[in-house]
């Protein structure tokens, strides 16, 4: 094919694509605004013009794939379509802000402007990029909704073709979408768009693991469907002398939700018994309660099958904070295994599906009367109007606010609060008014005294109790889970500091006296005090802890050497990370060299010998991380620490996440390469039924045909059910496989799995 007719396929498939994004917006019940779509296509057509993606298409493919998304998969609307066709334009072409303005009006400007991203952070140069730019995506999406969900949909896409990316490049993106934007999705109701990006991190992140557990879920499938049959047959005859139209089909859990729960509990893809849910949606009888129709389906059903009474989950009465609603239940199924049961009416399947756009859709109706999902955007303006100046800690806060789980619970008056899984009194305290949660002494729960520390369970009656002498102390930053509560006690923490600064800072004066306090004086009171900023050295005086010399002349006298230099941003955060920031440095090397690979120097590795790394010409020691202890075998990645040294950790390590959304240029593909020679630590944890002799049996298994060195064994028993943790050197996650495979043969023995340490 010639150069002439390359481009002329690329010019119909652009066409074709632009077409079918028409079509979609056209079978919507949106307005007929075609023009405008069209005018922002033809703008963003001639500014891409030439440009091509890395996987080698136009790169107009791009915004035309986004706008898709949020037309057919949002359920949005011209407005939306419009900046997701444009939302690159300004970034990455001549266009202005101010150009779009004049062009499309105020609206579709705002919305570009939000999701272009920012060339330098607002506060200094430490900070995190990728955090500053979800700041700005939240600032702007605290006017406007539709910003974060174009985003969410631009991301979307990049994960559908992250394959033309590098590795490192992969790592990055694939950790900012777990830790953020698919929280996001989730609390924005988006849960087909959730569930898509955590099956795609999964696959780019343990693509071997994705590849085992897709064959083995295909390899049940008949048996699923056995299974579904057999429930099925009683509950359609009832559901059909109901008289009612519905649909009922089996869903299957994503591969990435039954890997989390294989990793977190240990257990293998045989044990996992919950591999599909069964959801039943109906639609709306006119004249006809909804909530009532859910409660005649779980009433027909449950005349059927024996009902689970722990995992009955009523979200049609209290909807999430997401707008969900759906009535969950779990029975007995024939074949004696339990089975989870989803009834919903089609609007609640509709808002489920497509979050926001439909939940506003059926509101705007008055179909929709509940208003969680509005409280939650107004706590995240909450948020956003007392900012933590570190953009770090800022995206943490806000993190903190995308919890899925939630717990229920009531006012001495009565009335329903919700708040996430974990919420403490202080919490609740906050949740009702930031003036009752400054002033909180305690809480009654259930009539009876707890501290402010207390976590609140569904169901709690939760009385506070104020003082007007309270203040917010510090500690209380320990106490709460909420992004609102922190937030309060932060900006009231600041108020308190200013105001014990300016007291010091007038203390200081007064010491000074007649002389002018110019730089020279300050930077010898910064000297002789060893403290770096002048905020530091007025809070210092004001509180206390500081203490002025009898006179000028004592505190004029040099000291010979300045405190070593404050830790910058990114080794605060690391040592947050790693849970350093407490310990002392002697503690710490104590640390290290516990954490140290056998035959190496404090945890440093040579990098010819163990690890490979997919970037040529890279001298640098790796240290294996001590907050998820990979073996090889593990899928890893590497992380640039502030000394220069590559941090290697599995890619699928809570830290690691962080840091992969929080600092993505500082993160590497590293890959194992020749560790033999190597000895690395890993526990294995065994439960089973108490016999006599069975730690005698266990300990031979593993001295047969295995050539291991044993640190420790703990066993213990109670009523006759034992647990026992194996610490044992081995060379590879083979080794730790192989090991689990003997112990499990061991008569009595039910469950073995690798552990952290």
């Avoid at 296509?41 to 915004?63: C, D, L, Q, T, W």
């Avoid at 934007?181 to 991190?201: M, N, Q, S, V």
């Avoid at 009367?369 to 706590?379: H, M, S, V, Y």
């Avoid at 035959?599 to 010998?609: L, P, Q």
Wanted: glycine content about 6%.
């Amino acid at each position: 094919m010639s150069e002439e007719e390359k481009l002329a396929a690329e010019e119909r498939m652009i066409d074709d694509e632009f077409q079918a994004l028409i079509n979609d917006y056209l079978n919507s019940n949106h307005r007929r605004k075609v023009e405008i779509i069209t005018k922002a296509f033809n703008m963003a057509r001639e500014a891409h013009k030439g440009v091509r993606r890395r996987s080698g298409e136009p790169y107009i493919m791009h915004p035309l794939a986004v706008a898709r998304i949020v037309s057919r998969e949002m359920g949005l609307g011209s407005t939306s379509i419009s900046a997701a066709l444009l939302h690159d334009v300004v970034e990455d072409t001549d266009y202005t802000v101010e150009d779009l303005r004049v062009i499309f009006g105020d609206k579709i400007a705002q919305i570009v402007d939000g999701l272009t991203k920012i060339s330098h952070g607002m506060f200094g140069e430490n900070v995190s990029a990728q955090a500053e730019n979800f700041r700005k995506l939240l600032l702007t999406m605290s006017e406007d909704i539709r910003v974060i969900l174009i985003k969410i949909a631009d991301r979307l896409h990049n994960m559908r073709t992250l394959s033309s990316m590098t590795s490192a490049k992969q790592f990055k993106v694939t950790g900012e979408t777990l830790y953020i934007y698919a929280p996001l999705a989730h609390r924005l109701g988006l849960f087909a768009i959730k569930t898509e990006l955590e099956e795609l991190c999964f696959k780019y992140e343990h693509p071997e693991a994705y590849a085992q557990l897709e064959k083995k879920v295909e390899m049940t499938s008949q048996e699923r469907y056995e299974i579904y049959e057999s429930f099925a047959e009683p509950v359609v005859k009832e559901l059909d002398k109901m008289n009612i139209e519905y649909e009922m089909r089996a869903r299957v859990k994503s591969l990435y939700s039954i890997w989390k729960k294989m990793q977190a509990k240990g257990i293998d893809f045989s044990e996992v018994y919950d591999l599909f849910a069964v959801r039943i949606i109906f639609e709306i009888f006119p004249g006809m309660d909804e909530k009532k129709q859910c409660w005649d389906i779980y009433s027909a059903i449950t005349d059927i099958y024996k009902l689970r009474p722990d995992r009955i989950r009523d979200w049609v009465s209290h909807p999430k904070a997401n707008g969900y609603q759906a009535l969950h239940l779990t029975v007995m199924g024939p074949d004696g295994k339990w089975i989870e049961i989803q009834i919903r009416s089609r609007r609640m399947d509709d808002i489920a599906e497509k979050g926001f756009a439909a939940h506003w859709k059926y509101k705007e109706n008055k179909i929709e009367e509940d208003n969680e999902l509005e409280k939650w955007l107004k706590t995240v303006q909450e948020v956003l109007a007392n900012p933590n100046p570190n953009a770090i800690d800022f995206l943490d806060t806000v993190k903190m606010n995308l919890f899925a789980s939630e717990i229920f619970v009531f006012t001495p008056k009565g009335e329903i609060k919700t708040l996430p899984l974990g919420a403490t009194a202080l919490d609740f305290a906050y949740n009702i008014h930031t003036r009752i949660g400054d002033h909180c002494l305690g809480a009654k729960v259930n009539h009876t005294l707890v501290p402010l520390s207390q976590k609140l369970k569904s169901g709690d009656q939760v009385e506070i109790l104020t003082s007007q002498s309270q203040q917010p102390q510090r500690e209380w930053l320990n106490y709460v889970t909420t992004a609102k509560a922190r937030t309060k006690i932060e900006a009231s923490l600041r108020r308190q500091r200013r105001r014990v600064g300016e007291r010091g800072k007038k203390m200081m004066e007064d010491f000074f006296g007649e002389e002018e306090i110019d730089n020279t004086l300050y930077n010898k009171a910064l000297n002789y005090f060893q403290v770096e900023k002048r905020e530091d050295l007025h809070y210092g005086i004001g509180s206390g802890d500081l203490k002025l010399p009898d006179s000028t002349e004592k505190l004029l006298k040099q000291r010979e050497a300045l405190q070593p230099k404050q830790d910058n941003l990114f080794v605060r955060y690391m040592k947050q990370a790693m849970g350093a920031i407490k310990k002392t440095p002697e503690e710490n090397k104590n640390m290290a060299a516990e954490q140290s690979v056998p035959g190496t120097k404090n945890g440093a590795i040579d990098k010819k010998s163990v690890f490979k790394l997919q970037e040529v010409n890279f001298k640098k020691n790796f240290i294996v991380a001590p907050c998820c202890n990979p073996l090889p075998g593990d899928d890893v990645f590497g992380f640039i620490t502030d000394k220069e040294e590559v941090e290697v950790h599995k890619r699928s390590c809570e830290t690691g996440i962080k840091l992969k959304s929080s600092f993505g240029q500082k993160i590497l593909a590293v890959e194992w390469g020749d560790y033999k020679q190597y000895s690395f630590l890993a526990a294995i944890v065994f439960t089973g039924i108490d016999r006599l002799g069975i730690l005698n049996t266990i300990l031979s298994k593993l001295s047969d045909g295995i050539v291991v060195n044993i640190q420790s064994v703990n066993v213990s028993s109670k009523d006759g059910i034992f647990e026992g943790v194996l610490h044992v050197y081995v060379h590879s996650v083979e080794d730790v496989n192989a090991l689990s495979s003997k112990i499990a043969k061991v008569d009595g023995v039910t469950t073995v799995h690798r552990a952290l340490i």
